[in-house]
């Protein structure tokens, strides 16, 4: 059995046209022996494959390097089972550009007040979209997604003897699309 300890970093951006070649750029200069990326939303810890695969690489004594802890989560709760996961294997978290180190008091301290703006910072923006789009309806400026289904379309091909699956496959549509819009 190997002793050697090995730095796996872990990167992701959150939208497709965001760039992770800066985060690459520091795990690799921080010493990272392996480098899991991904762009995917840090909102919730699943589909994150990459993450997944990050987590299974470590070994006793292993660490798991991120350059700060929202790439890592955006919620308290993800952000403390992904803490638990890390140390179960016998590994630590650290941070490139935050003083996290999980092996030590002070880091699990930090760790966890950062994960806690985080998911702050989280709710906030969702509040600020849902005040935004209120306010758009409110002025008629957001009317929502246009309707991609019609309901009498739906309806005509039920009165014609087609199931529910019959018309989703047609209308390439979900057979829930076409449950809602029988009870339009």
Request: aromatic residues 4%.
């Amino acid at each position: 059995m190997s002793t050697e300890v090995h730095v796996v970093g872990y990167a992701r951006v959150s939208t497709t046209d965001q760039n992770l070649d800066l985060q690459e750029r520091a795990l690799r200069t921080a010493g990272c022996d392996h480098i899991r990326s991904e762009k995917r939303s840090g909102s919730s810890k699943t589909d994150r494959d990459e993450l997944r695969v990050a987590l299974d690489m470590l070994r006793q004594g292993d660490v798991l390097m991120v350059t700060r802890i929202d790439r890592l989560a955006r919620s308290i709760g993800d952000l403390q089972d992904i803490v638990r996961a890390v140390r179960a294997k016998g590994a630590s978290l650290k941070a490139v550009e935050q003083p996290i180190d999980t092996s030590t008091a002070a880091g699990k301290c930090f760790l966890d007040m950062l994960g806690v703006f985080a998911e702050f910072e989280t709710n906030l923006r969702r509040e600020r979209q849902l005040e935004g789009i209120a306010g758009a309806k409110a002025r008629g400026v957001y009317k929502g997604r246009k309707v991609s289904i019609d309901p009498a379309k739906v309806k005509q091909m039920k009165a014609q003897g087609m199931g529910p699956s019959a018309i989703a496959k047609a209308l390439k549509i979900g057979r829930a699309s076409v449950y809602r819009a029988l009870t339009v």
